[in-house]
């Protein structure tokens, strides 16, 4: 094994958001960003004296197989990358292929990241990470919650799903006890999950609680290939809606509040996908997990089935989204209106071999998918951020209105009382046997 790691500024945060660099608002095509990563040996792994089998260099973003590994009439093809990596350090690959996006789903545009990889190839670690390692959906929840903090001149609502498919079954991992979870499509919201339970999140404490509750109702077992194994395809969604504040809004007249309540704001909606895809596997024991693996290896099946049509140079007649609820989420992204980044992850020893070198293959082919992200911006009401605005503005009004009849009343209240008062200043008095009016008006 040889390496090549090249530098890179550690405490600098090329990718990471800054609110005072906008990415591009372009809507030029552009290709879906993949990185590969090897993760280190585990300790069996190392006292069983294994080797790392693959030559990498960091520099030139390149993996290759080690010489004396290649197998029989099998060449050694460089493969190249957006970027490769090999370790544990999940700062580098956040840094490097993912921040960017996050911070282009707080400016309109749809935004995709999944790890894809074989059972204990370290898949699942960059995307959640360790307390002293965070993963990819902590690292995106804080940079979320930065940006906001950042750009005061635009009020945020940020919603949060988190959904599992189980053996092709769909589960919300924030409401264990819904059931009958189906895929719905139309104009407005495109492709979606309904019933699904959205907790709406105002700082990034409460998100990692929301996380943590996800995660803990998640299919986790042992396998013969790793002691926890996720046993189910995860989907962390954030669902961004911003828009301009109104300006002095403290100062407002009654009537200029009613007047901007009814107007119609531009509002930017944008969804972030967090997504950890279950490992491939090979055959095992155990019956529960051949039936999971079976489903498991069905969807990435499919998965991988979707993306050759999508990178058909001739152009593929039929797009099979719809053989796997997996395939079906994921299609809004794949089809186009999303930027895209994919993680791979491979084992460093040759009894994974043939699993890394699919893994290789399918990060080759993914990266060959072109997206065009448009920024996603409506000018109605549809957006709960406006529904919401516009509900506050309607029974403030109404108070408002409310308050405005309880004066007049109280004035027709006080009209009268004087009526009566000068009513009883009035007397009859007779004088002489005649009969005159005398009115004392009080002072």
């Known amino acids: 094994m040889s390496f090549k790691i090249g530098s890179i500024p550690h405490p600098s945060r090329n990718g990471s958001i800054n609110s005072t660099q906008s990415s591009t608002k372009s809507q030029s095509p552009e290709n879906v ?7 280190p040996m585990s300790a069996s792994e190392a006292r069983g004296q294994r080797e790392v089998c693959w030559d990498i260099d960091t520099t030139l973003n390149s993996i290759v197989i080690a010489e004396g590994f290649e197998r029989q009439n099998r060449a050694r093809h460089k493969y190249r990358y957006d970027r490769v990596l090999y370790g544990s350090d999940n700062f580098r ?16 545009y749809n935004g995709t990241v999944f790890a894809y990889g074989q ?13 002293n390692e965070p ?27 988190y959904l599992e498919i189980y053996n092709e079954a769909i589960h919300d991992l924030l409401s264990p006890g819904t059931q009958d979870l189906k895929i719905h499509e139309d104009k407005q919201r495109g492709v979606y999950v309904s019933p699904l339970k959205e907790e709406v999140l105002t700082n990034a404490k409460q998100a990692l609680k929301v996380i943590q509750k996800g995660e803990e109702n998640r299919h986790v077992s042992t396998t013969n290939y790793n002691l926890h194994s996720s046993r189910s395809h995860t989907i962390f969604r954030m669902i961004i809606e911003s828009k301009e504040r109104e300006p002095n809004a403290s100062t407002q007249t ?43 290896n069905k969807s990435l099946l499919t998965l991988g089935t979707v993306i050759s049509k999508l990178t058909d140079s001739k152009g593929a007649s039929h797009i099979p989204f719809r053989d796997s609820k997996l395939t079906r989420i994921l299609q809004p992204s794949l089809s186009g209106n999303a930027r895209v980044a994919v ?12 699993e890394s070198m699919n893994t290789l ?10 997206t065009s992200a448009k920024t996603n911006e409506i000018l109605d009401d549809k957006a709960l951020l406006q529904q919401y605005r516009t509900e506050i503005s309607s029974l403030k009004a109404k108070l408002e209105a409310g308050n405005d009849l309880l004066a007049q009343q109280q004035m027709a209240q006080e009209d009268i009382m004087q009526a009566e008062k000068r009513k009883r200043c009035f007397y009859y008095s007779t004088k002489d046997k005649c009969a005159t009016w005398s009115l004392f008006v009080q002072p």
């Open 93 to 108: 690959i956040y840094d490097d292929n993912v921040a960017k996006l996050v911070n282009s789903t707080m400016e309109g």
């Open 135 to 161: 993963g990819v959906i902590p690292r995106a929840v804080n940079d979320v919650f930065e940006y906001i903090k950042a750009n005061s001149t635009r009020e945020f609502l940020l919603r949060v799903s």
């Open 254 to 296: 009654h009537r200029d509040r009613s007047t901007a309540s009814n107007a119609k704001s531009t509002i930017r909606i944008s969804q972030l996908n967090l997504i950890d895809l279950a490992g491939s596997e090979k055959a095992t024991t155990n019956l529960d997990r051949q039936k999971e693996g079976a489903f498991i």
């Open 119 to 131: 059972t204990a190839s370290g898949k699942t670690y960059p995307i959640t990470g360790t307390h």
């Open 33 to 39: 960003q993949v990185a590969v990563r090897c993760r």
């Open 361 to 370: 293959k399918f990060a080759e082919r993914v990266k060959l998918v072109v």
């Open 343 to 354: 993680i791979c992850t491979i084992s460093p020893v040759m009894t994974s071999m043939e």
